[in-house]
């Protein structure tokens, strides 16, 4: 019996491989990995395009799952498998590529420096350039030739109105404001509606007045909060009509407090404050009176030449050629901007040494810091970029050497430092684990609504090169960083980390001794800021020298879901109204490494806005006083930057009108530092906002002194980093007849402004000071010293068996000169008129497009 002819049809391998790639496929091209590949703002966030990917992704798995599992047939001909398998093979290694991408595995392109000038337009809505601008006239046009709603053309006037502003075509954005309160009344609009329309053309007619006065007027008393009668404005229309509009809000909805706030600032700068404001809405003088002697300032910056007109950026005092004498460099957002590096001539005037330095390729930069990556006395500047900017900022930072002839190389990619480029605002130096060079903590920011740039730690290599070890060392964080401070919180001998993320919960990371770090915030109570963790500006610093360290974390006053500094949040806390908002905060530490909010009983629990912030000692009492430097890219956060003196380490007083520095407009970076070598700090803040048109004149406050003595240490490092930062000084004076202990860390201050490197201490009325102890991180070791004099400059190197006594001479700074009350060309700020303008900043009140 013959047996019949079996056969059997097996799977065809290809179609095997073919479902295995389609699954893969629909795995690998999630909404996350196209928004990384495809999206310019790098996230999918529309409804329907994430629905069409979910609907993608499941046609790829099933497609797949039914090559894999459908019935045997006949083998596919090599002739449409082989092209088939490429494609997918195609498909695949994409999604492949953008799932590296998504996880950071890839880096996407980084801008170059030649190219941040053309980013300017590509910023997200917040900072709109010409393009956007563009936009919002278009959308105008539109809707008025196919909207038969008034609303909807009165919001976009609206809109364009506000853009308008930050262009710098403001009697433009005027008039197209005027037209929107003229239909919304005559349509009969809601009352809040015209309200808010009022409200833009009172902020729109003051911000004339300001570009006049504040910018192209600008003068020593120019917007100094309260308004002295030296700076009541000479044209005070913009200031009148503003009040009218105030008043008409404010009969509708009394008691407004941003409304409220502006109309008693409009008054003040036309004059008639406090008789002009109606008695229900008046701001009175207690509201902002200082209650604690200070010493007075002076503000010299534009009479001595270093007072560049420019958008928000970083600030550095510092001594860079070793001469004896601090000098100022300042960084611009703005990315079409170099560096400006004014030279301390030693006679009371300044050069601008920015093109000798070797400076003007280095554009743009949120902020700025100075270092000495390789211990060979010269003061190098890391340049910080991208703020704000979400995947537009992925420009690189910059390292810049200094060589011994005073000029600066980009050591960037050479060093290892130019491989990463994410958006950050702030940068720290230290020597973490403690072998005698300084190692650098880069804060990454947010990249998009739900994903956050890693912040990187490089450990310095010693031969001039970097090791990136934040994933090993336990320090990505992945939250949205804003300030960055080193400190031994535990006084176990080595460099703690502490990160000010806003929006979510801040940092404390503990040093465990081995290269890696404990994150102990919430442990230690330092990470939750009600109530939304908004918070900026930190550092470390001893505020009540009992030689442990406390931290300060500076509060963001933020409009809940709007992402933007509100001047309502802060207006009503001057005016004594309940908040909802993050207050400055301090805690300190308990003597064992532990910390308790003491921000209610020093008296810091108030509603501010600050971005730059930086600690010195105003008065040379040793203890460290605040400087915070306020403002938000609204035209309306017209609130002073503000000055607290620390009362004995009790508590902390606002002395910003007695000390004359309260500023009105943006301030960003600050850098305390002994300018003129007399022994007291002078203050310089880099002054600007980030729209377009909102630029500032820098200024520098003049410490005019008081009585009390000093004593400014000059650290050398040998074993430890050279300009010894995080060295302990301990100084024990006999003040009164009663011995005080006053303490100090090597170091340049807060997160955001830059101090110098040499430790200016104030010791009160002591006429000696009994014993100097300086303690180095990298070797051990403790020196001591006795009986050393008071108001003296020394030099101490470690392991050196005494001090030296440095020559220094007091200068005094050439601040006299034009009161600035004339008016000063427009094109001497910002080029002769014609040509073409460059992207950049554009001046105040320009008219066009």
């Not at 079996?6 to 690998?28: C, E, N």
């Not at 337009?121 to 278009?138: R, V």
């Not at 050479?414 to 072998?435: C, F, K, R, V």
């Not at 933020?558 to 207006?571: C, F, K, R």
């Amino acid at each position: 019996m013959g047996r019949g002819k079996q056969t059997m049809t097996r799977r065809s391998p290809l179609l095997r491989i073919a479902g295995l790639l389609l699954i893969l496929s629909g795995l690998l091209l999630n909404h996350r990995a196209l928004g990384a590949a495809l999206a310019t703002d790098e996230e999918v966030t529309r409804p329907l395009a994430l629905v069409a990917v979910f609907l993608m992704q499941a046609v790829l798995a099933l497609a797949g799952l039914w090559l894999l599992l459908r019935p045997p047939r006949g083998p596919v001909p090599a002739f449409v498998g082989a092209p088939l398998l490429l494609a997918l093979a195609g498909v695949t290694g994409f999604g492949a590529w953008a799932e590296a991408r998504y996880r950071e595995w890839v880096q996407p392109r980084i801008r170059q420096l030649p190219e941040l000038c053309e980013c300017w337009s590509e910023q997200p809505e917040s900072f709109p350039g010409a393009a956007k601008l563009t936009w919002a006239t278009a959308s105008l046009k539109r809707a008025k030739a196919t909207s038969t709603d008034s609303v909807d053309t009165v919001q976009w006037e609206t809109m364009l109105g506000d853009f308008l502003l930050r262009d710098g075509q403001n009697d433009k954005a005027i008039q197209i404001l005027q037209q929107a309160l003229e239909t919304a009344k005559a349509r009969s609009m809601p009352v809040h509606r015209i309200n808010q329309i009022r409200r833009w053309l009172g902020v729109a007619n003051m911000r004339v007045g300001e570009v006049q006065h504040c910018i192209l007027m600008h003068g020593a008393e120019s917007c100094l909060f309260p308004i002295s009668k030296k700076a009541v404005w000479q044209n005070k229309t913009g200031a009148f009509k503003a009040m009218e509009y105030f008043r008409q809000f404010l009969q509708d909805e009394p008691g407004d407090p941003s409304v409220r706030w502006m109309l008693n600032v409009a008054n003040m700068i036309a004059g008639t404050y406090p008789e002009g404001v109606p008695a229900s809405e008046i701001m009175p003088p207690s509201v902002y009176a200082s209650s604690e002697p200070t010493p007075r300032f002076r503000e010299i910056a534009s009479p001595l030449g270093i007072a560049p007109v420019q958008l928000a950026g970083g600030a550095i005092v510092d001594d860079f050629d070793n001469d004896g004498f601090l000098d100022i460099v300042v960084s611009t957002f703005e990315p079409c901007t170099p560096l400006s590096y004014f030279h301390n001539d030693g006679n009371g005037s300044f050069s601008d040494w920015t093109a000798k330095a070797g400076l003007k390729e280095q554009t743009g930069g949120f902020n700025i810091g100075q270092t000495d990556f390789n211990n060979d006395g010269l003061l190098d500047i890391y340049v910080k970029r991208g703020a704000w900017l979400r995947t537009s900022g992925r420009m690189r930072d910059s390292l810049l050497r200094q060589n011994p002839d005073g000029t600066f190389t980009d050591v960037t990619d050479e060093s290892g430092l130019g491989a990463y480029a994410y958006p950050d605002i702030s940068a720290e130096w230290a020597d973490y684990d403690n072998d005698g060079d300084l190692d650098l903590y880069v804060g990454g920011e947010m990249l998009t609504v739900t994903k956050w740039s890693p912040s990187q730690l490089f450990r310095n290599n010693g031969d001039g090169t970097f090791t990136e070890v934040a994933r090993q060392a336990g320090v990505l964080n992945l939250r949205n960083v804003k300030g960055i401070a080193w400190g031994d919180y535990d006084n176990d001998g080595d460099q703690d980390l502490y990160v000010s993320n806003l929006g979510q919960p801040n940092r404390l990371y503990r040093n465990n001794g081995d290269g890696t770090f404990t994150d102990v915030g919430p442990e230690l109570g330092v990470a939750e800021i009600p109530p939304f963790n908004r918070t900026f500006a930190t550092w470390f610093f001893d505020a009540n020298n009992d030689g442990w360290l406390d931290i300060y974390v500076g509060g963001y006053a933020y409009l809940g879901g709007t992402g933007l500094p509100d001047i309502s949040l802060v207006a009503a806390d001057y005016l004594g109204m309940p908040t909802n908002a993050e207050t400055l905060h301090i805690f300190l530490n308990d003597g064992t490494g532990h910390f308790h909010d003491a921000s209610e009983r020093m008296k810091l629990n108030h509603v501010r806005a600050p971005m730059g912030a930086n600690y010195g000692d105003i008065d040379n009492d040793g203890y460290p006083d605040i400087y915070l430097a306020t403002g938000g890219p609204a035209f309306d956060l017209l609130v002073p930057n503000i000055l607290y003196r620390n009362i004995g380490g009790e508590y902390f007083s606002d002395v910003t009108t007695a000390a004359n520095v309260g500023h009105l407009q943006k301030g960003h970076g600050v850098a305390f530092g002994d300018i003129d070598n007399d022994g007291d700090q002078d203050i310089y803040v880099q002054m600007g906002g980030i729209y377009r048109s909102d630029v500032t004149a820098s200024a520098l406050f003049e410490n005019l002194g008081t009585s009390n003595h000093w004593l400014t240490v000059k650290l050398v490092g040998v074993k430890s980093n050279r300009p010894g930062v995080g060295a302990r000084i301990k100084l024990i004076v006999n003040e009164h007849g009663k011995p005080r202990e006053i303490h100090a860390v090597g170091g340049s201050g807060g997160s955001f402004g830059s101090n110098s490197f040499q430790q200016e201490i104030g010791v009160g009325a002591a006429e000696r000071i009994d014993d100097l102890e300086v303690w180095w991180p990298a070797s051990g070791i403790r020196q001591k010293f006795q009986n050393l004099p008071v108001d003296k400059f020394i030099q101490v190197t470690e392991g050196a068996p005494d001090y030296t006594i440095l020559e220094r001479k007091a200068i005094k700074l050439r601040g006299e000169g034009p009161s600035g009350r004339e008016p000063r060309p427009q094109a001497a700020l910002f080029g002769a008129p014609g040509g073409t303008r460059p992207p950049g900043p554009r001046p105040p009140g320009a008219q066009g497009g």
